[in-house]
């Protein structure tokens, strides 16, 4: 029996070990075989979606720094991120994206290497993106006080968006799980909506999971 709400996002120790967060490593059940002589119909979903996705982030790179393979990151990130937020809609699951240490442990990483990737590489762009043009010369300082703060913090609001998000959907879910009861007379009515708030968490799950790449792969190629 849970003691609150948000007692269903606690992780369960076994053998003092936390085996559910080996739901992270779900995602490689989609990967690809190459062994088989041809695709099966899910392997070929996914096939389309990386390829969409390759086209999408590959306009969002910079040209003079995009090799093969650049959208790698961005297309893994997506898919992780999708995974886990799909399969914790569904009972006996564990939501590893509605803790702030799975999302922190993506997003700081990341935006750290790009930060100084770029101030490594582009040191005079980054020092001239801190004061837009145009600023007069009193506000500068102000100015470049903002833009670090706003640069800081990315990866918390990153993170804290997809963490909130998934927690609220989960939190409604349980609310709305425990008003059903079919001894009740409007109890269809209760469950088509429990049906239709069930289909918009699996829609907002694909959303934010797609809301975090691109934000992530905007924040690596706004600096130009």
Not at 78 to 93: A, E, G, R
Not at 125 to 147: C, D, R
Not at 169 to 197: E, P, S
Request: hydrophobic fraction near 55%; charge should be positive.
């Amino acid at each position: 029996m849970m003691m609150s709400m948000f007692s269903m996002f606690d992780p369960t120790a076994m053998f003092n070990f936390q085996l559910n967060w080996m739901m992270m490593y779900f995602v490689l059940i989609l990967v690809p075989c190459i062994y088989w002589k041809s695709h099966s119909r899910s392997n070929k979903i996914l096939y389309l979606i990386m390829m969409t996705l390759h086209k999408e982030f590959s306009s969002l790179f910079l040209s003079k720094f995009t090799m093969k393979g650049t959208t790698l990151i961005s297309i893994s990130l997506f898919l992780l991120i999708m995974t886990n937020n799909i399969s914790s809609n569904f009972p006996y699951t564990f939501c590893c994206s509605a803790h702030l240490s799975f999302s922190l442990a993506i997003s700081i990483p990341i935006w750290m290497s790009i930060i100084m990737f770029y101030w490594l590489n582009l040191t005079v762009t980054m020092l001239a993106h801190l004061v837009p043009n145009g600023t007069p010369s009193v506000l500068m300082p102000l100015m470049v006080m903002i833009e670090l703060t706003s640069n800081i913090i990315r990866p918390l609001a990153l993170a804290v968006r997809l963490t909130a998000n998934l927690i609220a959907g989960h939190l409604l879910m349980a609310l709305l799980g425990n008003t059903f009861n079919i001894n009740t007379n409007f109890w269809m009515f209760i469950l088509f909506i429990q049906t239709v708030f069930l289909m918009f968490e699996l829609m907002v799950a694909m959303i934010q999971s797609y809301v975090f790449s691109v934000l992530m792969t905007l924040y690596s190629s706004e600096i130009s």
